[in-house]
């Protein structure tokens, strides 16, 4: 019978992996529009792009289907919004103000959506339909 360990193991981060049709162009898309970093190893069909403690890597042509969502944490949407508004970001819609975190969401490239949260917003009222 196995023996359960007085320890677990300490998760130190995670970072989906998306699938692309064209690396080059999603790179430029996150980078220039989103505000990621290119990893400086980036080969010509997989890499990871970074902001801050966010990570993502995108994989051309492998490793999963578009439509894939992922959560990012970060600290203030309404300010998010607002750089990726007159960044031209894909927005799906406005912010919305939910029990578990203030949202927004923006598409990539491939119909990724990412869900960008911070704390809700104790000046709004929630919204009532789930995502």
Not at 35 to 58: I, K
Request: include cysteine.
């Amino acid at each position: 019978m196995p023996t359960t360990p007085t320890r677990k193991a300490r998760f130190e981060s995670a970072a989906p992996i998306l699938r692309v049709r064209d690396l080059a162009a999603s790179v430029r898309y996150y980078v220039d529009v989103l505000g990621f970093e290119n990893a400086d190893w980036a080969m010509p069909d997989f890499t990871l792009v970074t902001r801050d403690r966010a990570g993502l890597y995108l994989c051309q042509g492998g490793q999963g289907q578009s439509g894939t969502w992922a959560w990012i944490g970060v600290d203030d949407v309404a300010q998010l919004h607002e750089e990726y508004r007159l960044a031209g970001a894909r927005l799906r819609g406005q912010p919305r103000n939910y029990p578990w975190a203030y949202e927004l969401q923006v598409e990539d490239l491939d119909g990724h959506v990412l869900r960008f949260g911070s704390e809700p917003r104790a000046d709004l009222p929630f919204t009532a339909e789930p995502v």
